[in-house]
C-alpha cells in the first residue's frame, strides 16, 4: 500500500500489529515485522518479560494483567525509582533533574538482570540508553506496545504526572519525542500496536508471543 511516496518509519511501525518467531534448525531465532525479517541468536536467556514504549501506550496496565496470567510478579520500574529516590517523579525531575532520573532508572534496571519469573513495565524513555535496552535482552523477551501520537496525546492529555509532557503543546511534544524515539523502540523483539484494539487483546498478543519465544508455541503472525 505504497501510496504517495515513500512511507516514514512512523507510518511503518503504525502498521505494525503482531511479529512472529520462528525457531530454525540452524540455531538461529528469526522473527517476522510487517514483512521485514530480524534475527536474534537462539542462545537469548529469556526469563523474564519487559515491557517498553513510548509514555501512555498501556505498559503498566497491560504488564499487570499478563504477570496474572503468567503466574509472574509485576514490577514497574517508575515504581521502584520512587521508592528508591523516596519521591514521586515529578519532584525527581524538579529538584534532581533528569539526568539523577536516568540514573536511578539504569541502577534499577541494572538490578532486575538477576531475577526471574517477572513482567517489568519500564518507563518510556528507559531503552533510549542502549545499555539498558542490552540489559533488558539478556534476560527478558523485549515487547514494545506501540500507538500513534494523536492516540497517546488522547490517552495521556489529562494526566499531570508525566514532566515530559508538561508543555505548552503536548500533542507537538509527543509527536517529536515520538519519531525521535521511534528507532529505538524498532529494536525492541516484539512490537505490538495498541490502537484501536481491546486491551484484553493487546494482553493476550503479549502472552502469545512470550510463550513463542520460550518455544511454547508454533509460529504465528497473528493481529
Ligand atoms: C518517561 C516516561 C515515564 C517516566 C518518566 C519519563 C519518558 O514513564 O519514566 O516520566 O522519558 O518517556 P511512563 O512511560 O510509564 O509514563
Given at each position: 500500500?505504497?501510496v504517495?511516496?515513500p512511507?516514514t518509519?512512523q507510518?511503518k511501525i ?5 511479529l ?7 540455531g538461529?531465532?528469526?522473527v517476522r515485522?510487517?514483512?521485514?525479517l530480524?534475527?536474534?541468536?537462539a542462545?537469548?536467556a529469556?526469563h ?5 514504549g513510548?509514555?501512555g501506550c498501556g ?7 499478563v504477570?496474572i496470567?503468567?503466574?509472574?510478579q509485576?514490577?514497574?520500574?517508575d ?9 514521586p ?5 524538579e ?7 536516568r540514573r536511578?532508572?539504569?541502577?534499577v534496571l ?5 531475577r526471574?519469573?517477572l513482567?517489568i513495565a519500564t518507563?518510556?524513555?528507559?531503552i533510549?540508553n ?9 534476560h ?5 506496545l506501540?500507538a500513534?501520537a494523536?492516540?497517546?496525546h488522547?490517552r495521556?492529555r489529562?494526566q ?9 503543546d503536548?500533542?507537538g511534544?509527543i ?13 525492541a523483539d516484539v ?7 481491546p486491551?484484553r487483546?493487546v494482553v493476550?498478543?503479549v502472552?502469545?508471543?512470550f510463550d513463542?519465544?520460550k ?9
Open positions: 500500500m505504497m504517495g511516496g512511507r518509519e507510518e503504525s502498521d505494525v500489529t503482531a512472529s518467531i520462528e525457531f530454525t534448525k540452524s538461529v531465532r528469526r515485522l510487517s514483512g521485514t530480524l534475527c536474534m541468536p542462545a537469548r529469556i523474564n518479560l519487559a515491557l517498553v513510548f509514555m505498559k503498566s496496565t497491560v504488564g499487570r494483567q504477570a496470567d503468567l503466574g509472574f509485576f514490577v514497574d520500574t515504581t521502584l525509582i520512587e521508592e528508591r529516590a523516596g519521591i517523579i515529578p519532584e525527581i525531575f529538584t534532581e533533574g533528569e539526568a539523577a532520573f536511578l532508572e539504569c541502577e541494572a538490578e532486575l538482570a538477576g526471574q519469573e513482567v518507563g518510556g524513555g528507559a533510549v542502549p545499555d539498558n535496552l542490552a540489559s533488558l535482552k539478556s527478558a523477551l523485549v515487547v514494545c506501540w500513534n494523536e492516540a497517546i488522547e495521556t489529562h499531570t504526572h508525566r514532566p515530559l509532557l508538561q508543555t505548552e503536548p500533542l511534544t509527536q517529536r519525542m515520538l519519531e525521535e524515539r521511534a528507532p529505538v523502540y524498532k529494536q512490537m505490538v500496536n495498541t490502537e484501536l484494539r486491551q487483546e493476550a498478543q502472552r502469545h508471543q513463542e519465544s518455544g511454547g508455541g508454533t509460529a504465528s503472525s497473528a493481529s
